[in-house]
């Protein structure tokens, strides 16, 4: 059965950095486009960012530009978000997942059903 696990978040101040972990089982995600999403309280989930199966071209949402960045390792069947110089505004529960049938920039823009339990990010002074 696949499976995504997401872990890494915690509370930072902002400037602040944390590495997300989006760990897989039962698949191998070097070949599907992984996503990363987030939903804050009371706003809809956005997504983030995504890197491409195959290439690992990354994909991000303006917002997170600069400041993130996404990767892929293999070996350990795991994808990376890195992000730096948190904002308060970063704050939320992120997810990654991923839909075979989709690529990153559509999963970006329409964010899909069927997430984990996710990992809190928040960013407070």
């Known amino acids: 059965q696949p499976h995504l696990v997401e872990s890494g978040g915690g509370l930072v101040q902002p400037g602040g950095s944390l590495r997300l972990s989006c760990a897989a089982s039962?698949?191998?995600?070097?070949?599907?486009?992984i996503g990363w999403f987030r939903q804050a309280p009371g706003k809809e989930r956005e997504g983030v960012s995504c890197?491409?199966?195959?290439?690992?071209?990354?994909h991000y949402t303006d917002s997170v530009k600069g400041r993130f960045t996404i990767s892929r390792d293999s070996a350990k069947n795991t994808v990376y978000l890195q992000m730096d110089n948190l904002k308060p505004e970063d704050t939320a529960l992120y997810y990654c997942?991923?839909?075979?049938?989709?690529?990153?920039?559509?999963?970006?823009?329409?964010?899909?059903?069927?997430y984990g339990r996710g990992t809190q990010v928040t960013v407070s002074s």
């Open positions: 997942t991923t839909d075979p049938e989709r690529l990153c920039t559509d999963l970006l823009s329409t964010p899909p059903d069927g």
């Open positions: 039962g698949f191998t995600l070097r070949y599907y486009d």
């Open positions: 890197i491409s199966g195959g290439s690992d071209e990354p």
